[in-house]
């Protein structure tokens, strides 16, 4: 049941993404990249992308950390604009690994015609982070995994593929000895051509040992120009309310080195729009070079998490890459409301916890979410990444039609540490009525609740202000909006190193369901 639904949203996505292109491919990138550009070009919870161009088009991906399904494929002709055209695990996890889904990296071998993604996960077996690969003919097909090439006693994450200068292919990572208290390597060490296993011994680049640094370098993109190979790389803490991530660059003549760190580093600091800015990818179009990384806005900061930004890099008199610093923030003020009555199925944005078996049907009755009591006791989620600080989430359940407890909610984290379990605020509906709740470490408290004397179609809103403030209310089929509870302060559910999402949940017992007529998205 399980791998044929999520073949029905796979088939779905590539018909969707077909049917929605928006922007003629024609206009050639050099002419597109001379505006200017408009952050985040990657807006929402888009941590650790990385961006390849194959002819004249231009495909990035980003970490999906714990939300399936796994690893976004984007596509754009300018740099700007993207689009959702595929996944490189549209069926879940690996059988291998478990979590941790963290900073893909796709490469293009131009010869052989194929995409190869690395990605980090955590191996089952050994409970270690480990770099691995699959690969595909496209980077709209479908991907083979090839699993693990390396997985060090305390962790290898953040893969980077470049050539040496006699073609020969190495891959480069991070140990991640910061886990531990110890510094934090970066080895290259090369691979075969079919991208399957590693040759030879690993190098060590460099590792974190200027003060600005801190506790780790990471993060690695390299790239070849004025006889150098050079490498930005990202130092700091990355992920929460207390991060201070920074961006530095090295060069070596040589591919294993000696490296030469930029004594003007970091080059790529806080800025009045953009928090702790860093991982990303180098790209060189038309003679210029670009870098898609991730930073916290000013504004959403940790209720939004890590959004996808794009600079350009420009040159000292002696030949160092550095940044003006002075990207800004103005698409999120002017997001795009989202729609789905879940006739032509469920829209790709759509994720669910990579742990979960997600079981629906869609079609002319909407959205059958079957429910369960997963996800730390609160059932099946379907849900987004938020893209703004204030927005409404509203959905049409028909309770007649529900013998499960449904409705909408945020979803955070039960506290703002690493690994902690999710936890939610939200509204539900049921044959019983309405409530108000939290959901925290495997408990569940009741806010509010209210009886109802119709049942049929019941709508209920979440609206959302500063990133944390939730209002509710809820109409039926002849009524008007009815605001219930008091305004409830999410605050304290933020995760580490992701932003919220928001969507729908169906808990009951095993075979019921709750059915979902509409949900829409309006940001304000």
């Not at 019983?432 to 408290?445: I, K, M």
Request: one cysteine or more; hydrophobic letters at 35%; proline letters at 4%.
């Amino acid at each position: 049941m399980k791998s044929i639904f999520y073949s029905i949203i796979y088939l779905l996505l590539m018909a969707s993404c077909q049917q929605n292109t928006t922007k003629d491919n024609h206009e050639s990138a050099g002419n597109l990249l001379s505006r200017t550009i408009v952050n985040p070009v990657l807006p929402g919870d888009r941590p650790d992308p990385t961006v390849i161009q194959v002819g004249e088009e231009f495909y990035a991906s980003t970490t999906s950390n714990e939300w399936a399904p796994l690893f976004p494929i984007y596509k754009s002709s300018d740099l700007q604009e993207w689009e959702l055209v595929n996944y490189v695990f549209p069926d879940g996890a690996p059988e291998w690994a478990k979590n941790n889904f963290w900073a893909p990296e796709l490469s293009y071998d131009k010869a052989q015609g194929k995409i190869y993604a690395y990605y980090t996960a955590r191996d089952k077996s050994s409970n270690r982070l480990s770099v691995a690969v699959a690969s595909s003919d496209s980077p709209t097909g479908i991907f083979e995994d090839h699993g693990p090439l390396v997985a060090q006693e305390f962790g290898s994450i953040d893969a980077y593929e470049v050539r040496d200068d006699e073609g020969e292919i190495y891959v480069l990572w991070k140990e991640d000895g910061n886990s531990q208290g110890l510094p934090t390597p970066i080895w290259a060490q090369e691979i075969n051509a079919q991208r399957t296993h590693l040759l030879g011994q690993p190098v060590v680049l460099f590792k974190n040992d200027q003060p600005w640094e801190k506790n780790l370098v990471e993060g690695v993109s390299v790239f070849k120009e004025n006889g150098y190979f050079y490498a930005t790389y990202s130092a700091g803490a990355c992920c929460d309310r207390a991060c201070n991530y920074q961006t530095g660059v090295a060069r070596s003549e040589k591919l294993l080195g000696p490296w030469e760190k930029y004594e003007g580093n970091p080059i790529l600091t806080d800025n009045e729009d953009w928090h702790c800015a860093g991982h990303g990818t180098v790209l060189k179009v038309n003679e210029e070079h670009f870098m898609l990384y991730h930073a916290y806005n000013t504004e959403g900061s940790v209720f939004v998490g890590r959004e996808g930004v794009l600079e350009k890099l420009v040159w000292t008199d002696d030949q160092w890459p550095v940044f003006e610093n002075k990207a800004t923030y103005t698409r999120g003020k002017g997001m795009i409301d989202f729609d789905d009555d879940f006739q032509q199925g469920l829209h790709p944005l759509w994720q669910w916890r990579v742990t979960q078996d997600i079981v629906f049907e869609t079609g002319e009755n909407g959205l059958i979410l079957e429910a369960s009591e997963d996800n730390e006791n609160m059932g099946s989620l379907l849900v987004q990444s938020t893209k703004s600080t204030d927005y409404a989430l509203e959905s049409t359940i028909n309770v007649d039609q529900s013998d499960a407890k449904g409705g909408i909610l945020l979803v955070g984290a039960a506290n703002n540490g690493f690994g902690a379990p999710i936890a939610g605020i939200g509204i539900a509906v049921g044959k019983s009525g309405l409530e108000l709740f939290e959901a925290r470490d495997q408990e569940e408290t009741i806010l509010y609740q209210k009886e109802l004397d119709s049942k049929g179609l019941i709508t209920i809103k979440m609206e959302v202000a500063a990133g944390h403030l939730l209002s509710f209310a809820y109409k039926t089929e002849q009524g008007s909006w009815e605001s219930i509870g008091e305004e409830l302060d999410a605050n304290h559910l933020v995760p580490w190193g992701m932003g919220f999402r928001l969507g729908m949940f169906a808990k009951g017992k095993e075979n019921q369901s709750v059915n979902f007529i509409q949900t829409s998205i309006t940001n304000h």
